[in-house]
């Protein structure tokens, strides 16, 4: 059997980690076995019936309803809540909510960000420690991935906003 080079690309930079946080690189390791399984015999990775589509919805939303109540659940954590493999898992929610489970977590945390940022949070460092962020930079770089802006740009924003007056 011959792996393919992007298989390998993954192996190696889910082995190197990067900035990627726990979360993130469980789902990489996930999919990567699956991926590799499927190079052996589909079967493996197909075997079962499929779910049906309110059952595959009403197992993304049941996840996105954890994950709201407590981003920081990891996979296997949330899967087995769920009674479901964590494959299984991730590839459900993917396939129905369009995204992994890790980009939805850091959507949330982004939201929680942004709510705090709103509300005058002036610390990042606190602010990423908080909320879950590797660390500060990694708040920042999240931040502006999902809104185009950096978190102070956006205390900045919020801040005239809060200091101007109300018109009406």
Same mark, same amino acid.
């Given at each position: 059997?011959?792996? !393919?080079?992007?298989?390998?690309?993954?192996?190696?930079l889910?082995l190197?980690?990067g900035?990627?946080?726990?979360?993130?690189?469980?789902?990489? *390791?996930v999919?990567?076995?699956?991926?590799?399984?499927?190079?052996?015999d589909?079967? %493996?990775?197909? $075997?079962?019936?499929?779910? *049906?589509? @309110?059952?595959?919805?009403?197992? /993304?939303?049941? /996840? %996105?309803? /954890?994950?709201?109540?407590?981003?920081? %659940?990891?996979?296997?954590?949330?899967?087995?809540?769920?009674?479901?493999?964590?494959?299984?898992?991730? %590839?459900?929610?993917r396939?129905?909510?369009?995204?992994?489970?890790?980009?939805?977590?850091?959507?949330?945390?982004?939201? /929680?960000a942004?709510e705090?940022l709103?509300?005058g949070? =002036?610390?990042? $460092?606190?602010?990423a420690?908080?909320? @879950?962020?590797?660390?500060? !930079?990694?708040?920042?770089?999240?931040?502006?991935?999902?809104?185009?802006?950096?978190?102070? $740009?956006?205390?900045?924003?919020?801040? =005239?906003?809060?200091?101007?007056?109300?018109?009406?």
């Amino acid at each position: 059997m011959s792996i !393919s080079a992007q298989l390998d690309l993954r192996q190696r930079l889910l082995l190197a980690g990067g900035d990627a946080d726990e979360h993130e690189r469980y789902e990489r *390791a996930v999919g990567l076995v699956a991926d590799a399984l499927a190079l052996i015999d589909d079967r %493996r990775v197909s $075997a079962g019936r499929p779910a *049906a589509g @309110g059952a595959r919805r009403a197992l /993304a939303d049941a /996840a %996105r309803e /954890a994950l709201t109540e407590d981003p920081d %659940r990891s996979l296997p954590e949330l899967a087995h809540a769920l009674a479901t493999s964590p494959h299984h898992l991730s %590839r459900v929610f993917r396939a129905e909510v369009g995204h992994t489970i890790s980009r939805h977590r850091m959507r949330l945390r982004t939201r /929680a960000a942004l709510e705090r940022l709103h509300d005058g949070e =002036e610390s990042l $460092a606190r602010l990423a420690a908080d909320l @879950g962020f590797a660390d500060q !930079s990694h708040l920042c770089r999240v931040v502006r991935d999902e809104t185009g802006r950096v978190p102070s $740009a956006l205390r900045r924003i919020f801040s =005239e906003q809060r200091r101007a007056p109300a018109r009406g």
